[in-house]
């Protein structure tokens, strides 16, 4: 084991431009390739599968913020709080901005859900929320830098709010049109939002141990993602949700413990 260490403690640190294609490639796993996600895009969703995945992916819309102000808590420099907070504002809303998490409530509306189950999580699989809450849990007692960084699959994002837009209204015509906003909104943050976290990255991590760090981070970022999406599956295309073969009852807990 001490020998691998060293070993790759020689090795020649990634150059800045190829570390960001060796980040870049890390979208070959990207959630956009789940079956699940494939399957909406092509159009081959249920109503129930689709309201199952909007109540789901509240859960992770509403934790976002809360992984955003963790990262600042954790970060003593004065300008990078400046331009992350941003991401909070994005979600949160300000100055009559409704926000991510209004958008997205207004995206539920859209399917077919009405606001109050999605705000009460009743929907919220366990295997979601534990997913989730690694997530946010690692951002806290992560360095500011990782946990700035694992917000890097924001590379592959716009591609997958695109998608959505192109083909959602086409297989979908059920869906209110007007519940798309969110997915239009984040073609232009995720950018934006790309670029800050980017340079961050490309600065931070100068040797190959910390580069081949960072690309695990990432790769568990993409893990949560994919994660949350295995159970959807589970629940919605197998028909074998949490406690199937007891009861029909949605028994699994809610977070109390948070």
Same mark, same amino acid.
């Not at 951002?139 to 837009?165: C, D, G, K, N, Y």
């Not at 209110?176 to 340079?199: I, K, M, P, W």
């Not at 589970?234 to 977070?255: F, I, K, N, S, W």
């Given at each position: 084991?001490?020998?691998?260490?060293?070993?790759?403690?020689?090795? $020649?640190?990634?150059?800045?431009? #190829?570390?960001?294609?060796?980040?870049?490639?890390?979208?070959? %796993? &990207?959630?956009?390739?789940?079956? %699940?996600?494939?399957?909406? &895009?092509?159009?081959? *969703?249920?109503?129930?599968?689709?309201?199952?995945?909007?109540?789901?992916?509240?859960?992770?819309?509403?934790?976002?913020? @809360?992984?955003?102000?963790?990262?600042?808590?954790? *970060?003593?420099?004065?300008?990078?709080?400046?331009?992350?907070?941003?991401?909070?504002?994005?979600?949160?809303?300000?100055?009559?901005?409704?926000?991510?998490?209004?958008?997205?409530?207004?995206?539920? =509306?859209? @399917?077919?859900?009405?606001? #109050? #189950?999605?705000?009460?999580?009743?929907?919220?699989?366990?295997?979601?929320? !534990? $997913?989730?809450?690694?997530?946010?849990? +690692? $951002?806290?007692?992560?360095?500011?830098?990782?946990? $700035? /960084?694992?917000?890097?699959? =924001?590379?592959?994002?716009?591609?997958?709010?695109? /998608?959505?837009?192109?083909?959602?209204?086409?297989?979908?015509?059920?869906?209110?049109?007007?519940?798309?906003?969110? !997915?239009?909104?984040?073609?232009?943050?995720?950018?934006?939002?790309?670029?800050?976290?980017?340079?961050?990255?490309?600065?931070?991590?100068?040797?190959?141990?910390?580069? #081949?760090?960072?690309?695990?981070?990432?790769? +568990?970022?993409?893990? @949560?993602?994919?994660?949350?999406?295995?159970?959807?599956?589970?629940?919605?295309?197998?028909?074998?949700?949490? %406690?199937?073969?007891?009861?029909?009852?949605?028994?699994?807990?809610?977070?109390?413990?948070?």
């Amino acid at each position: 084991m001490n020998s691998i260490v060293t070993e790759r403690q020689d090795l $020649a640190p990634l150059s800045r431009d #190829e570390f960001e294609r060796a980040l870049r490639a890390k979208g070959d %796993y &990207y959630h956009i390739h789940h079956p %699940y996600h494939r399957a909406m &895009y092509e159009g081959r *969703c249920t109503p129930e599968q689709i309201r199952g995945w909007v109540a789901n992916r509240f859960y992770y819309q509403i934790s976002i913020p @809360v992984k955003d102000a963790a990262i600042m808590a954790n *970060c003593p420099d004065r300008e990078t709080r400046r331009l992350w907070v941003q991401r909070v504002l994005d979600h949160d809303g300000y100055d009559g901005a409704e926000g991510g998490i209004e958008a997205w409530l207004r995206l539920g =509306e859209a @399917v077919g859900l009405t606001r #109050e #189950e999605i705000l009460s999580q009743e929907h919220v699989l366990p295997g979601v929320r !534990f $997913a989730v809450d690694a997530y946010v849990n +690692f $951002a806290r007692r992560a360095t500011w830098q990782e946990a $700035a /960084s694992s917000s890097l699959t =924001e590379l592959f994002a716009p591609t997958i709010h695109q /998608s959505r837009l192109d083909s959602w209204p086409q297989h979908y015509p059920w869906i209110d049109a007007n519940g798309y906003q969110y !997915f239009r909104n984040r073609l232009t943050e995720a950018r934006r939002d790309v670029e800050h976290g980017l340079s961050i990255t490309l600065d931070h991590y100068r040797t190959r141990e910390s580069q #081949e760090r960072m690309l695990e981070i990432l790769q +568990f970022k993409l893990d @949560v993602l994919w994660s949350m999406l295995d159970a959807m599956t589970m629940a919605y295309e197998l028909g074998r949700p949490p %406690y199937h073969t007891v009861t029909d009852a949605r028994v699994y807990h809610r977070g109390l413990w948070q």
